[in-house]
């Protein structure tokens, strides 16, 4: 079964840029579209980027629209989240996961922005 694990999240000011991995172990990790999601205090998970398996086809939440991109290098079995123009309201954890959220979830990797 593929497992998760995100990392890349820190501490930032509004304005500033961060990038998001999610390795996966797996040889099936291809095979699936993925998607990131987030968590903020006291609110439910919600996904906030798709990508299908090859990587042509992607979704963004409107909040994050014009912000956030999402990739995926199947070679490396990893997907990307380039958030830039980074918000307060975008404080949360992420975590990545199938795009329908099939897989048992990661530790997440904590994105604090301050303003």
């Known amino acids: 079964q593929v497992q998760l694990v995100q990392s890349g999240g820190g501490l930032v000011q509004a304005g500033d840029s961060l990038r998001l991995s999610c390795a996966a172990s797996g040889r099936t990790f291809h095979s699936y579209a993925m998607g990131w999601f987030r968590q903020a205090p006291g609110k439910g998970r919600e996904l906030v980027a798709a990508i299908n398996w090859s990587g042509d086809n992607t979704v963004v939440a409107d909040s994050a629209k014009g912000r956030f991109t999402i990739s995926r290098d199947n070679a490396k079995n990893t997907v990307y989240l380039q958030m830039n123009s980074l918000k307060t309201e975008d404080t949360a954890v992420y975590y990545c996961?199938?795009?329908?959220?099939?897989?048992?979830w990661g530790q997440g990797t904590q994105v604090t922005v301050s303003s």
């Open positions: 996961n199938t795009n329908t959220a099939d897989l048992p």
